[in-house]
T-cell receptor, first 117, second 112 residues
Framework: AQSVTQPDIHITVSEGASLELRCNYS??????LFWYVQSPGQGLQLLLK??????LVQGIKGFEAEFKRSQSSFNLRKPSVHWSDAAEYFC???????????????FGQGTILTVHP | AAGVIQSPRHLIKEKRETATLKCYPI?????VYWYQQGPGQDPQFLIS???????DKGSIPDRFSAQQFSDYHSELNMSSLELGDSALYFC???????????FGEGSWLTVV
């Protein structure tokens, strides 16, 4: 069975500082990996996804993530954090090489990001 | 661009009552997924449909049922509601040939 671990429950950074959110996954085949962001009481917005090709993936809002198969990691990064980035971030892995199981996502526990001015 | 529409956005029910949540996927999306996110929890997969047939089943209680209709909208029916069913329920949709899954804003269910 697939699983996702986000080791950091809560991270605090200063505005303008760099950010790295960690994500480790467990999956027997080629993983399909996602990062979503959720503001309080809001839905899930897709930041970026990886399913093949270049291991460095660019997303929206200046975020990027790097897939490292040897470390089973898919860490999210941003060079300079803005106050509006404060939210909860979820890493997720999708099952199956296409097909309906692809959307059967397993989420990590989430990392809450606080940004200090 | 059109997004996944969920209704109602907020719902308050009493214990043992029944609730129905609706999901309208993005046009031309043929696959729908339902997730449940309890307070302070990560989203948990409940069930999915492709072309009106159930395709995958997750941790969905027997008290819950769902279906996808000919226009591809989906409904999640929850009976004998319990306090623990209070959660944010997400619907997501995807075109089977695509690789991006789009989530709706969610429906807040509060059971009192």
């Amino acid at each position: 069975a697939q699983s996702v671990t986000q080791p950091d429950i809560h991270i605090t950074v200063s505005e303008g500082a760099s950010l790295e959110l960690r994500c480790n996954y467990s999956y027997g085949a080629t993983p399909y990996l996602f990062w979503y962001v959720q503001s309080p009481g809001q839905g899930l917005q897709l930041l970026l996804k990886y399913f093949s090709g270049d291991t460095l993936v660019q997303g929206i809002k200046g975020f990027e993530a790097e897939f490292k198969r040897s470390q089973s990691s898919f860490n999210l990064r941003k060079p300079s954090v803005h106050w509006s980035d404060a939210a909860e971030y979820f890493c997720a892995v999708g099952a199956g090489a296409g097909g309906t199981s692809y959307g059967k996502l397993t989420f990590g526990q989430g990392t809450i990001l606080t940004v200090h001015p | 661009a059109a997004g996944v529409i969920q209704s109602p956005r907020h719902l308050i029910k009493e214990k043992r009552e029944t609730a129905t949540l609706k999901c309208y996927p993005i046009p031309r999306h043929d696959t729908v997924y339902w997730y449940q996110q309890g307070p302070g929890q990560d989203p948990q997969f409940l069930i999915s449909f492709y072309e009106k047939m159930q395709s995958d089943k997750g941790s969905i209680p027997d008290r819950f049922s769902a279906q996808q209709f000919s226009d591809y909208h989906s409904e999640l029916n929850m009976s004998s509601l319990e306090l623990g069913d209070s959660a944010l329920y997400f619907c997501a949709s995807r075109q089977l040939s695509g690789n991006t899954i789009y989530f709706g804003e969610g429906s807040w269910l509060t059971v009192v």
